[in-house]
């Protein structure tokens, strides 16, 4: 494929996310910003989520996994429905009764001033470690596909990729960002399905043994029920399920799309609905990442060093220029669909939780938040730019094992902080909370460090981000004081 193909389509596709910025940021505030007016329709909403949940590293690193895990993943993604029945049936009740911009203002109501911050810095890190990973994988096809051919280093291409995000969110935010996902999910879904059927047919298959194909492959089992390693059904399902509520519910990326609804009925409905549609969605990239194997021993592929270069590679270099296309539309909406919300919900965080925006009163007041917001977003473009190229050099395994791995440590305190307010009725020193949500991550670390020798060969995987939650947990009790009224 020829990077001035390449260029052309990628080109399209960004005038058309531009034009949906110019239609939905007409007349826009810091309310449409940060909460979209409350009016999106929540089948939008849920479809949408379906490409910010999945993004570049399910479209690029479970297919790569599959070789070394099989569908285990697919013990987590069942998992994940627990997570978000909890989410639509006790936390957004409580946001939506709440009335908030920002979940973690539920904090300060809570406990105070100083939880309120903490959990709030948490996202920060979280989400800014999350979307730089996500970015990191799509400027990398791009770096593969157009700009080595030309010469042009990787850092100019973060840097494209980043700039390009700006370019159709500063404006209208979270209203634009409901509307741009769901295109964006339509053509990663797009992308997964031709994808399978060229397969398919290069293999000479009905779509009735395509299944049985897959099924009767070495890659297919499901279940594991050794207890030592990562990949035991328990860690996994019950890792998937508080991955869901921290990662989801405790998110304001995610969260923010939600408390755009007009209504909590509607915003369940939209959680239920894309909830069940993730499974299906899962077990597609599962599907595909099989075949990808398939495809490659039956035709001689010698196989990447890197699992997550498994499927740029065959789309790229093997396939039709069809599937090229698609592939090079599917990754680039899948990593844009999360880093684009990402952003968003970033600039989001900080001005209400950090610059304490309030509603706007005055004229005067309009303009000056938006000049500050204006530069809050320039702000976290440039800190996703630096976060990138770090990563780069440090990268060195699957992107998928590593999101994961830092939201164990991120997002533990937040499991813990609202674990605690959710069902205690103590109050806490909450001077003291900062200090307990940074000394837990450390201490769940050296736990996962040591685990084999300290518990008989026991290996923590994503459950780590449990034992994180737990140590919080123990922490607050420790600085606990009086009963709320």
């Keep these: 494929m020829s990077a001035n193909l390449v260029v052309t389509i990628i080109s399209s596709y960004f005038l058309l996310l531009i034009l949906i910025s110019l239609l939905t940021s007409r007349k826009t505030d810091s309310n449409t910003f940060f909460t ?6 929540w089948f939008l909403v849920a479809f949408g989520m379906i490409g910010a949940s999945l993004s570049g590293v399910t479209f690029i690193s479970v297919p790569g ?12 993604v069942l998992g994940y429905l627990v997570g978000y029945l909890v989410i639509g049936t006790v936390l957004m009740p409580l946001y939506y009764r709440l009335k908030l911009i920002s979940i973690y203002g539920y904090l300060e109501d809570r406990f105070g001033f100083w939880s309120y911050k903490t959990g709030a810095f948490y996202f ?9 990973f996500r970015l990191f994988l799509v400027a990398g096809v791009l770096q593969i596909a157009i700009f080595d051919s030309w010469g042009i280093p990787f850092s100019l291409t973060v840097l494209i990729t980043i700039s390009l995000i700006w370019l159709y969110t500063f404006r209208g935010g979270i209203k634009t960002i409901v509307w741009t996902d769901t295109l964006q999910t339509l053509f990663m879904l797009l992308a997964v399905v031709v994808v399978i059927d ?116 065959l789309a ?3 396939f039709p220029l069809v599937a090229g296309i698609l592939f090079l539309l599917g990754i680039t909406a899948a990593a844009y669909s999360s880093a684009d919300s990402a952003l968003t919900a970033l600039t989001t965080s900080f001005c209400v939780d950090f610059l304490n925006f309030l509603p706007e009163d005055t004229i005067a007041m309009r303009s000056k938040q938006r000049k500050t917001r204006l530069m809050v977003h320039l702000g976290f473009s440039a800190l996703l730019f630096g976060v990138i190229m770090f990563f780069q ?50 201490v769940a670390y050296l736990l996962s460090e040591f685990s084999e020798e300290l518990l008989a060969g026991y290996q923590f995987g994503f459950e780590i981000l449990i034992v994180n939650g737990f140590l919080t947990f123990l922490g607050l009790m420790l600085i606990k004081k009086g009963r709320s009224n």
């Design 316 to 318: 790229l270099n093997h």
């Design 124 to 132: 920060l890190l979280s989400r800014t470690i999350g979307a730089a």
């Design 36 to 41: 979209g007016n409350r009016q999106s329709p």
């Design 393 to 442: 050099m440090i990268n060195d395994e699957a992107v998928i094992s590593s999101v994961f791995k830092a939201a164990g440590y991120t997002y533990g305190p937040l499991l813990g902080l609202y674990t605690f307010g959710l069902f205690s009725t103590w109050k806490v020193r909450d001077a003291w909370v900062p200090l307990v949500c940074i000394v837990s991550p450390i």
């Design 198 to 313: 060229l397969i398919r047919t290069d293999l000479g298959l009905s779509f009735s043994t395509l299944t049985s194909i897959i099924q009767d492959s070495e890659y297919s089992q499901i279940f594991f029920w050794d207890w030592k390693p990562k990949i035991n059904f328990f860690k996994q399902f019950f890792s998937g399920a508080f991955i869901a509520i921290v990662m989801t519910g405790l998110d304001q990326d995610m969260m923010q799309k939600n408390l755009t609804c007009k209504t909590l009925g509607d915003a369940q409905k939209n959680m239920f609905w894309f909830s069940i549609t993730l499974v299906v969605v899962n077990l597609l990239f599962l599907s595909l990442g099989a075949l990808l194997y398939i495809y490659a021993t039956k035709n001689g592929i010698t196989l990447p060093e890197k699992t997550d270069d498994l499927f740029p590679m």
């Design 65 to 76: 996994w599959v070789s070394s895990t099989q569908f285990s993943y697919m013990q987590m």
